[in-house]
């Protein structure tokens, strides 16, 4: 009651006092934003405290999440590194087992060696103990036969009533029989020996041979004089500034040498193919007349062709007149570029076909094939027309071309062997041996004279019959081979080995001959009886 009647009479004041209104109006607005701003703060404080307590919360949630990923990742790391350890431990344990097991090995192994060192050492004191006795009987034995021995020398003086001299005679008699034989088995030693550097020895000659005799030896084989009609001619050869000869040089492979000598042009080449194109075509060049580069690569390429059908002409003519079958065209060019090689003066090709013709008739005697005969001596001296290009003799050369383009394996022995190279091994080889020896040791057929090869045949049988024990000698082969006989009587074997050896360096000293020749001593027992 007091309340109510409390309201009106203020607002009674109020409405008395318009500026109190006005006053209290302000005063409550402004506690009343007071009040909201206090409201407001006090929200935003609240919704702060929210935010802290919040993010407090997330933090200590988000710090106990770490906390368990590092522990985690601690108990990982422990674990992993704890089985790495156990790892390595394990691998170092098998390491170790492995090892132990190698010593223990090892041990054994060296075990076992000693106990063998000591079974050897004690087999070897064994045999050294046996070697000692042996030793001491053998002194015994040798001192008992001295005795022996004396006893019987005393023995035999009184029974053979021989002097002290005497039997020294008789005695210095076999020593002198047993030293001929130690000095037989002493040559043959030597000879052994000195075969082992004789081919060595001997190419290191012939190179130093060749090497001071390489001018003279190679003027007649490796040049051609070419006649010329006039200086005028010899003037176009040469062209102007030396044009002509510089471009003849080029087609033919050959140097051309323009010297003072009159009426002549000396062509130098060591192959004879290119050599003879050069002369051919360096005369038809003299006969046109018209030298100038165009012409001298025209004329040298037509004879260049010419050059190659006669080649092949040359070898076709040779397989048709011995009967034989085609060859490889290889083999036939390499046959028909013989006709323009020489040895001693005698053409390859003819000396080829004359040597197969030999060996037809030696295999018909035989009873052997006549045509694998002939064709084995018809190539035996083809690597002749290879030995300016290869390495290594002729006969090596010629077989492994024949090898190459399928001759059959006894021709191709055959050639390898005509020089005994290697060791004939088939009737082919030593047939293609001896017609080839045939057919270039006989008269006239290497630029000898019919005189002075009688002459030779004469000297060598002199020779060895002016040795004491000689019946009767022969010169065979056409001189490569001596066939001697001597009386058994008079010389015995040893005897006969040396007397060839010493009618060999008679030969060597005394006989010029090509080649090699063979000395044959030959002593025969012969016992007779007649039947009546």
Known sequence: MEHSEAIPSIVKLFSYSPYLWTSSIVILGFLLGVLVLFLIHQRKFGDAQRKVDLMILETKKETDLMRKEVDLESKNLIFKTKADLEKDLTARRDELTLMEKRVISKEEIL?????????????????????????????????????????????????????????????????????????VRLIKKMETEIKLQAEKKARNILVLSIQRQALDQCQDHATKLVPIPSDEMKGRIIGREGRNIRAFEHACGCDVIVDDTPDAILISCFDPVRRYIARTALEILMLDGRVHP????????????????????????????????????????????LQFRTSYGQEQLKHSMEVSQLAGVMAAELGVDVKLAKRAALLHDIGKALTHEIEGSHAMIGADFCKKYGESADVEHAVRAHHRDVEPRTIFAFIVDAADAMSGGRP??????????????????????????????????????????????????NQALLMARDITRRIENDVQFPGQIKVSVIRESRAVEFAH
């Not at 076992?112 to 001491?136: G, I, P």
């Not at 005393?154 to 001299?165: G, K, P, T, Y």
């Not at 690569?297 to 397989?319: L, Q, S």
């Open 111 to 183: 075990e076992k060696k000693v106990n063998s060192l000591d079974k050897k050492e004690s087999d070897l004191r064994a045999k050294e103990e046996h070697f000692v006795k042996k030793e001491q009987n053998m002194n015994e034995a040798q001192n008992s036969i001295q005795k022996v021995l004396e006893d019987q020398r005393r023995q035999l003086l009184n029974i053979a009533h021989l002097s002290e001299e005497e039997a020294k005679q008789q005695i210095l008699k076999n020593l002198e029989s047993e030293l001929e034989s130690d000095r």
């Open 294 to 337: 165009a012409r001298i690569e025209e004329v040298v390429a037509k004879v260049r062709r010419e050059t190659g059908n006669m080649i092949r002409e040359g070898a076709e003519a040779a397989v048709a007149e011995l009967g034989l079958t085609q060859m490889h065209p290889e083999i036939m060019k390499l046959l028909g570029q």
């Open 444 to 493: 006239g057929a290497r630029s000898k004279t019919e005189a002075s090869y009688i002459q030779r045949l004469e000297k060598i049988e002199e020779i060895c019959m002016s040795f004491r024990g000689v019946d009767r000698s022969y010169a065979v082969q056409a001189g490569r081979d001596v066939r001697i006989f001597v009386n058994p009587s008079k010389i015995n074997d």
